[in-house]
Structures are given as structure tokens and as C-alpha cells.
């Protein structure tokens, strides 16, 4: 059994898997070769499995920031389903001096996503993040990595394609086509409105491609975004705009 101090250029040895590796604070300044030996390490705890139970709520995730700025601003939403209605969030800033480096996204906004977490008292059965989960080239999208390091139940659902493609896509809400990259399944391209550019949905951890699609489509509206993110997306906007107060509520 293998137990290794992350800092520096240390090499990462992560054979069994294990809740919280890193402290949190410690995503704001590791190295972007360190954090992507990280990425490689970390794969080994993925777990995708069938959820094998009723889902009775779903949260959703969204960080919002000024471009430039180092000040995260996050958001959890939990909604009811089947009907979506919001029944508590969690809003939370926090800096952080990881840059935007594209494939590390979790490093950056891992530190305000986790405070916000760790307010709500009301954890969904499943949180939804925007931004990829196993559609990743290390298979470490936002997603799998918070899935890992909160040992919760995860989907990515992201607007743009980081790895893979897919073959042709049927028009109408609900078609599908699975998201490759080489002979590997990562996600769905999901068609979440008739004749609108589809959204990519990938198991974060914790859930099956199965699930994944389940839940996103049960959390769909008019809107080409989940009800979940949107809401989210909304949320963290008002914080940062100084329209909403941080800490946590249930509606």
C-alpha cells in the first residue's frame, strides 16, 4: 500500500484509492506537471457503475468568475426530480492561483467547488458539473475528479467537445450517438433540443453512461442546457455580481 507527499516534482504513486488525497488548498499552487502526473494517478479510482437505485434528487454545479481574475465564484443547486424543483443551493468564492490551463480545469475551480460542497447540508443523489467527466484525455474531466475527491456520485455536461468525436446525430431531442476517442466510449453527444448543437454528456464517477444519459434527459426543459446547470450557472453569476449573499439555503 503506497502513500505518496505531492509537491514539487515528487513522483505520484496512487494504488489504492482513497479519499482526499490532496489537501484543497493545495490544487491553488501544485505545479501543471504535477497536476497532471495527478490526473494519470487518479484515474485508477474511477468507478463506472451502474447507480443501481431511484434517483429522488440532482444537484447541479457552475463556477462563475471575470476573465483575468483569481476570484472563483460557485454555486450548487438540488433539485427534486421528477419535477425539478430547487430545494436548496450553496454559493461560495474563493481565489485561487492556478491558471486557465485547458485539461486542468478541475485545479482551478476544485478549492471554490468543494467549499460550496461542503456547506450543503442537502447532498443530491447525484451533482452535475458543467464540464466534462470521462470525456477527457486523461479521462479526468471537472467531474470525475470532484466525483473522486467528494466520493459522490457524478455526470459531466459539457456545451463543447474536449476529446473524441462522433458519428451522425439525429435532429430531434433525445438522439444520441456515442463520443469515441480511438476504439474507447467517453461520453454522448445528446441531442438536448430538436435542431440545436447537442450538449456532451460523460460519466464522472460513480455512474454509468447509462445513468448519465438518464439523468441529464430528466433534467432537461425548453432549454438546450440542464435545468441543473442553468440554474447553477444563474446563481454563481448573481454572486459574483454581488446580487447574492454566500453560505447556504433552502428554498
Known sequence: MARCVIWGTTTISL???FYRFMRIEDYKTIAPEDAVQLQRSLRACISITALG?????????DISYNRGSGLMHAAMVVLELPGLRPVAYSLAS????????????????????MKAWSQLRAKPDVLMLDGHGLAHPRRMGIATHFGIEADQPTIGCAKNILTGTHGELGVR?????????????????????TNVNPVYVSPGHRCSFEDAYRIVMQSLTKYKLPRTTRLAHRWANMLRRGEAEPGYTEV
Do not use: N
Not at 476517442?181 to 454522448?188: Q, W
Open 94 to 113: 474563493d481565489e485561487t492561483s492556478f491558471p486557465y490551463i485547458p485539461g486542468l480545469l478541475a485545479f482551478r475551480e476544485m478549492p471554490a467547488l
Open 15 to 17: 494504488p489504492d484509492c
Open 53 to 61: 437505485r431511484e434517483v429522488a434528487t440532482v444537484g447541479g454545479a
Open 173 to 193: 431531442k433525445g438522439e444520441q450517438a456515442d463520443l469515441m476517442d480511438g476504439e474507447e466510449k467517453v461520453g454522448i453527444a445528446l441531442r438536448s433540443r
